[in-house]
């Protein structure tokens, strides 16, 4: 269906593959409600690369249902009933759906608005929707159904659950094809399974949903993004802080969370009479921090980040491992300075973010700029003359880097405008990670100032910078992005050292204290298995370099090595071998060439 308060403007191709989309939902529902009598139908939207339909039915769908229903919507299309739009006063559209049985679309026409609904029917089935829909099924050749999930009606956790199909529809079959052959590979990819067999995190149901336990190899990746977080802060000319995880109530009343991101907290606790919130955000503290004495210009601009960990409520149908958590540790970072700096902060925050995520490998990038409303200014803080300046400030900063960008007319927050970069990842799929976001509204709740030149009070503007976005998620991003085999200066084990026999773990220690002491990340595997076993284990565990030591490496002092995904490399000199380890982690390198 498509009440889904679905909105369809314009006419430009991201439009039409909508509406194909939104049309193929119906083909969907047509053939379940056919196949399957009795089934309730909810709602049906276009979402991004495909669409989804939620059914009542107490009988959970299986895999050969789903084929089932498959070949039913092929038999509609080749049927090419037309799709015809229907206008109904309220009452006949609800006596309608009443008579079909089809009590969830009452509910929705009750609440909607007006005195008439559009309704879309092909043959004999009706949808209550807003449309629009291509003109027949006969267009509607080239989609594929996709999965199963739960659903709650209405996104509420204590209302009907549901079940919700998947699917994906193109023009052309081509397109659905190399769809598809994306599907698969992103299936490899998929960073919940590569987490469980790399052994890097995982969660418990006695944890607690969208909360993530990192274990040693997780952890000691985490903690190496850490230390190159920090140390390219402090030569960024930012300063490190850390703040508490909960604050009093009255700060998140001053910051107004508590008006308008409430649902998004948790229940708060009861500390000596007062109640206490866990943080959603880090952004009260690095005002307080900067509230907590007297600013001057001559103190601006000030540069102040945090590894932060936040708390958000998120329903646990949307959780999903490490991209969408209820606890995760933001890389935030505020920028507090004056007007006349604001440019060159900026500009300053672009270079900075573009030359991190390039180190990751992600130089692929989309960039959005996220403005306010034309037509309706009246609902964003901050005066006329403040958004213009901002919004030139970033204009600039693009421009003076030759970035294209998409300008994103009423996407902007109420409190600013906003840069997003999404970086492109190895098959091609786009991800949200640096936001730099202008606040005109923090700064006036607080009464935050500086004493100007003129020895008045000005307030400061203030830049929210988050460049990862979450460690969390970043993490996610990257196990998928790099398919687990990650870069050298990345992997928590760089080199695996493998004894032939018992005889050569001696030498095998010996090699892994060398290694450790020169600054890389060894592991010697001592166990009492076969070469050829410890090789493949090595390798399913993605090490980038494989060490063997057997009775002629003893007696020479070298090892024979084996880089991962290339095969033999023959014998090495130990110190050559270190040397260009080190040269390849230094330089961030994204390939192994020794």
Same mark, same amino acid.
């Given at each position: 269906?498509?009440?889904?308060?679905?909105?369809?403007?314009?006419?430009?191709?991201?439009?039409?593959?909508?509406?194909?989309?939104?049309?193929?939902?119906?083909?969907?529902?047509?053939?379940? *409600?056919?196949?399957?009598?009795?089934?309730?139908?909810?709602?049906?939207?276009?979402?991004?690369?495909?669409?989804?339909?939620?059914?009542?039915?107490?009988?959970?769908?299986? =895999?050969?249902?789903?084929?089932?229903?498959?070949?039913?919507?092929?038999?509609?299309?080749?049927?090419? &009933?037309?799709?015809?739009?229907? =206008?109904?006063?309220?009452?006949?559209?609800?006596?309608? !759906?009443?008579?079909?049985?089809?009590?969830? +679309?009452?509910?929705?026409?009750?609440?909607?608005?007006?005195?008439?609904?559009?309704?879309?029917?092909?043959?004999?089935?009706?949808?209550?929707?807003?449309?629009?829909?291509?003109?027949?099924?006969?267009?509607?050749?080239?989609?594929?159904?996709?999965?199963?999930?739960?659903?709650?009606?209405?996104?509420?956790?204590?209302?009907?659950?549901?079940?919700?199909?998947?699917?994906?529809?193109?023009?052309?079959?081509?397109?659905?094809?190399?769809?598809?052959?994306?599907?698969?590979?992103?299936?490899?990819?998929?960073?919940?399974?590569?987490?469980?067999?790399?052994?890097?995190?995982?969660?418990?149901?006695?944890?607690?949903?969208?909360?993530?336990?990192?274990?040693?190899?997780?952890?000691?990746?985490?903690?190496?993004?850490?230390?190159?977080?920090?140390?390219?802060?402090?030569?960024?000319?930012?300063?490190?802080?850390? =703040?508490?995880?909960?604050?009093?109530?009255?700060?998140?009343?001053?910051?107004?969370?508590?008006?308008?991101?409430?649902?998004? &907290?948790?229940?708060?606790?009861?500390?000596?009479?007062?109640?206490?919130?866990?943080?959603? &955000?880090?952004?009260?503290?690095?005002?307080?921090?900067?509230?907590?004495?007297?600013?001057?210009?001559?103190?601006?601009?000030?540069?102040?980040?945090?590894?932060?960990?936040?708390?958000?409520?998120?329903?646990?149908?949307?959780?999903?491992?490490?991209?969408?958590?209820?606890?995760?540790?933001?890389?935030?970072?505020?920028?507090?300075?004056?007007?006349?700096?604001?440019?060159?902060?900026?500009?300053?925050?672009?270079?900075?973010?573009?030359?991190?995520?390039?180190?990751?490998?992600?130089?692929?990038?989309?960039?959005?700029?996220?403005?306010?409303?034309?037509?309706?200014?009246? +609902?964003?803080?901050?005066?006329?003359?403040?958004?213009?300046?901002?919004?030139?400030?970033?204009?600039?900063?693009?421009?003076?880097?030759?970035?294209?960008?998409?300008? &994103?007319?009423?996407?902007?927050?109420?409190?600013?405008?906003?840069?997003?970069?999404?970086?492109?990842?190895?098959?091609?799929?786009?991800?949200?990670?640096? =936001?730099?976001?202008?606040?005109?509204?923090?700064?006036?709740?607080?009464?935050?100032?500086?004493?100007?030149?003129?020895?008045?009070?000005?307030?400061?503007?203030?830049?929210?910078?988050?460049?990862?976005?979450?460690?969390?998620? !970043?993490?996610?991003?990257?196990?998928?992005?790099?398919?687990?085999?990650?870069?050298?200066?990345?992997?928590?084990?760089?080199?695996?050292?493998?004894?032939?026999?018992?005889?050569?773990?001696?030498?095998?220690?010996?090699?892994?204290?060398?290694?450790?002491?020169?600054? *890389?990340?060894?592991?010697?595997?001592?166990?009492?298995?076969? *070469?050829?076993?410890?090789?493949?284990?090595?390798?399913?565990?993605?090490?980038?370099?494989?060490?063997?030591?057997?009775?002629?490496?003893?007696?020479?002092?070298?090892?024979?090595?084996?880089?991962?995904?290339?095969?033999?490399?023959?014998?090495?000199? *130990?110190?050559?071998?270190?040397?260009?380890?080190?040269?390849?982690?230094?330089?961030?390198?994204?390939?192994?060439?020794?």
């Amino acid at each position: 269906m498509a009440n889904d308060n679905a909105k369809h403007t314009g006419a430009g191709p991201a439009d039409a593959l909508e509406t194909l989309r939104h049309s193929t939902a119906h083909l969907l529902a047509h053939a379940v *409600l056919e196949l399957f009598p009795g089934t309730q139908a909810g709602i049906g939207p276009a979402v991004d690369n495909g669409f989804f339909y939620d059914f009542l039915r107490d009988t959970p769908f299986s =895999t050969e249902d789903l084929s089932a229903i498959e070949e039913k919507m092929r038999r509609i299309v080749a049927l090419d &009933m037309r799709i015809e739009k229907l =206008t109904l006063p309220k009452d006949e559209a609800i006596g309608l !759906f009443q008579g079909l049985g089809q009590t969830l +679309k009452v509910e929705l026409i009750r609440e909607k608005g007006g005195d008439f609904v559009t309704c879309y029917r092909q043959g004999e089935f009706v949808d209550f929707c807003l449309g629009p829909h291509l003109a027949s099924t006969g267009a509607l050749a080239h989609f594929k159904l996709l999965s199963v999930s739960g659903a709650y009606w209405k996104g509420d956790e204590r209302g009907l659950q549901l079940q919700r199909i998947y699917g994906t529809a193109f023009p052309t079959r081509k397109e659905l094809d190399d769809y598809l052959v994306l599907i698969e590979e992103a299936r490899k990819r998929d960073h919940r399974r590569l987490g469980v067999e790399l052994d890097l995190y995982s969660t418990a149901e006695e944890l607690g949903g969208g909360l993530i336990l990192w274990h040693p190899k997780g952890a000691r990746i985490r903690a190496i993004i850490e230390q190159y977080w920090r140390e390219r802060h402090w030569a960024g000319g930012y300063d490190v802080l850390y =703040t508490p995880h909960l604050g009093r109530e009255i700060l998140w009343q001053t910051s107004g969370h508590l008006d308008f991101y409430k649902d998004g &907290m948790y229940s708060p606790m009861d500390i000596d009479g007062q109640n206490y919130y866990l943080k959603p &955000m880090n952004c009260p503290f690095h005002i307080l921090i900067y509230k907590s004495r007297m600013r001057s210009y001559r103190d601006l601009p000030l540069r102040w980040a945090e590894l932060g960990t936040v708390y958000r409520y998120e329903r646990s149908g949307v959780l999903h491992g490490l991209l969408r958590v209820r606890g995760f540790t933001q890389d935030d970072a505020h920028i507090f300075c004056t007007p006349d700096q604001m440019e060159a902060e900026i500009l300053r925050v672009l270079d900075f973010s573009t030359s991190i995520l390039g180190d990751f490998g992600f130089t692929d990038n989309k960039i959005e700029l996220s403005v306010r409303d034309p037509k309706n200014t009246s +609902k964003y803080a901050g005066s006329d003359e403040m958004w213009t300046e901002a919004e030139a400030s970033l204009v600039k900063a693009l421009d003076a880097r030759g970035f294209a960008y998409e300008r &994103m007319e009423g996407e902007a927050v109420f409190y600013g405008p906003k840069i997003d970069i999404k970086v492109k990842d190895a098959i091609g799929r786009l991800w949200q990670c640096t =936001t730099i976001q202008f606040d005109f509204n923090e700064p006036a709740r607080f009464g935050m100032s500086y004493i100007g030149p003129d020895g008045q009070g000005h307030q400061p503007y203030m830049i929210h910078r988050a460049l990862m976005g979450s460690l969390e998620r !970043f993490f996610g991003i990257l196990i998928e992005h790099y398919n687990g085999n990650f870069p050298l200066w990345l992997a928590p084990v760089q080199v695996a050292i493998l004894p032939i026999a018992e005889r050569h773990d001696d030498y095998a220690k010996t090699l892994e204290d060398t290694l450790r002491r020169a600054g *890389l990340r060894p592991l010697a595997d001592l166990r009492r298995e076969k *070469l050829n076993y410890k090789i493949r284990e090595a390798e399913r565990l993605k090490v980038p370099l494989i060490l063997i030591a057997g009775d002629k490496e003893v007696a020479a002092g070298t090892a024979s090595l084996r880089v991962h995904g290339q095969g033999d490399k023959g014998t090495v000199d *130990l110190a050559a071998l270190i040397a260009g380890v080190k040269t390849l982690v230094e330089n961030k390198s994204l390939t192994v060439n020794l």
